[in-house]
């Protein structure tokens, strides 16, 4: 073997738990150690470690994205009450994405991983549709009551300056129902607009945006005219100059867009819209381990990571000395997009080179009939698809490489 690749600076890493913890392991050992001379930034977010530290490794795994810019995380438990017992755990932590997101003020932005012989439901979508879905606000943090006899319900905003309130009439109850109260900040929608305007540069892609503006003229339209704002300020240059464009249409007419376009734009969602729309799009290209997934921050920080959990079901069959045929596609995606992300911002082209060789081995494989049992429900028929094992898949995907150096 050759000389290994340089990595300039750090790349954080954050270990898991579960069945991804052991994918992870073995992809690291397997596709990368051997190949790259890389200095890792390590934090153990396995559940175990984030209770030991009264979860202040999650905190410090953050600080230290802040600090490097870049990085990759494993799949981790979010403790329900079932997993405080199973580990006996201090507490019921917090989901350790909640708080990474929190910190870094990131918005979430998925893209299926496509392979030749695995045929999304529509049969139009020939690039993939990325996702940016706004985690701030809508239905998400509501107040909502229940109206069980005739009355009159209000919105009123009173001033924090003594100034007189402003009061609007929603209705006159009658009869018994339902009502709701949602917010979100102008803050909030400018840091998700900047997100999405930075992710589709960086990928070289169009931005289609939707809400319902024409029924919501204050609510949702504040979306658009924010959006709008951002664009002509501070991006339409920069995009007209890399030949892409922001569309911006209601959010009904994107979805019957969506579905007749060939994909290969960046969709950016309301919270419950993109909610719904992604789980949407993960079903119609195939499989949750098909997916990258990436937390875009407004100050310039990138956290890669699968979408799927730890694959808890696998695990205890692996725990029970069954073999398992778990999918590390978008463990390793996490990987090769933190690298990639790494050797862009390093100036090391041959970083990002190495990084697409693993990329492009996997998809090989893929195609070659190669797969784990996900797959090879969803695959085209082919008397050469062959169901492996989670390791064999990987030495796979090794041998792939190694023929691609
Ligand atoms: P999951 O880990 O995503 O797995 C759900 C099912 O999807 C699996 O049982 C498996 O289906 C299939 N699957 C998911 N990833 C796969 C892969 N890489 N290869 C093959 N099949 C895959 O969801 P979960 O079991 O509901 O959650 C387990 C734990 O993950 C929970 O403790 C949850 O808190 C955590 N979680 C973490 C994250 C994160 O850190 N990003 C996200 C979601 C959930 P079959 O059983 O049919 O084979
Ligand atoms: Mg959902």
Redesign the pocket.
């Known amino acids: 073997m050759g000389e290994r690749i340089r990595v300039e600076k750090p790349v954080v890493e954050m270990d ?1 738990d579960e069945m991804t913890r052991i994918m992870w392991q073995m992809v690291k050992e397997k596709l990368l150690l051997p190949y790259l001379d890389m200095k890792i930034d390590y934090y153990d977010l396995g559940l175990e470690m984030r209770d030991r530290t009264d979860d202040q490794v999650t905190i410090d795994a953050a600080r230290a994205i802040m600090k490097h810019k870049v990085g990759v995380k494993c ?4 403790p329900n009450a079932a ?1 405080v017992g199973e580990y006996g755990l201090k507490k019921q932590w917090n989901s350790p ?1 909640a708080t990474i997101r929190g910190m870094l003020d990131g918005t979430v932005f998925r893209a299926p991983i496509l392979v030749k012989n695995i045929r999304p439901v529509v049969a139009t979508w020939k690039r993939p549709i990325h996702i940016g879905r706004h985690a701030y606000g809508d239905v998400y943090e509501n107040e909502e009551i229940r109206v069980t006899r005739p009355g009159i319900v209000e919105l009123v905003f009173t001033p924090a300056d003594g100034s007189e309130p402003v009061r609007r009439v929603i209705r006159e109850f009658k009869e018994t129902g339902i009502i709701q109260g949602v917010h979100n900040l102008d803050r909030s929608i400018r840091s998700f607009a900047t997100a999405c305007f930075t992710y589709a540069l960086d990928q070289g892609i169009d931005v289609w945006f939707g809400t319902k503006d024409t029924v919501s003229q204050t609510y949702d339209a504040r979306f658009r005219e924010i959006f709008e704002e951002e664009y002509e300020a501070n991006w339409k240059g920069a995009f007209e100059e890399a030949g892409i464009e922001y569309f911006f249409t209601l959010i009904d007419d994107a979805v019957a867009r969506i579905m007749k376009s060939e994909g290969g734009m960046l969709w950016a969602c309301k919270n419950y819209d993109g909610d719904v729309m992604s789980d949407m799009l993960a079903s119609a290209y195939g499989s ?2 098909m997916m990258t997934s990436v937390l875009v921050s407004p100050k310039g920080y990138f956290e890669y ?10 695990y205890y069959k692996h725990l029970a000395g069954e073999e398992t045929s ?2 590390s596609t ?1 463990l390793i995606f996490a990987w090769t997009g933190g690298l990639k992300k790494r050797g862009e911002l390093d100036g090391t082209p041959a970083v990002v080179t190495f990084a697409q060789k693993i990329e492009e081995a996997v998809i090989k494989t893929i195609e070659g009939g190669i797969m ?1 049992g ?1 797959l090879l429900r969803l695959a085209d028929p082919d008397p050469k698809n062959r169901k492996v094992n989670t390791e064999d898949f990987i030495d796979q995907i090794r041998e792939a490489l190694e023929g691609m150096m």
Do not use: F, M, P
């Not at 799949?75 to 979010?78: P, Q």
């Not at 990571?305 to 696998?314: D, F, I, L, N």
């Open positions: 898991g799949a981790t438990i979010t997993r994405n949750l381990a990571e699968a979408s799927h959990g730890t694959v808890q079901k696998h778990t999918n978008a784990t996900d």
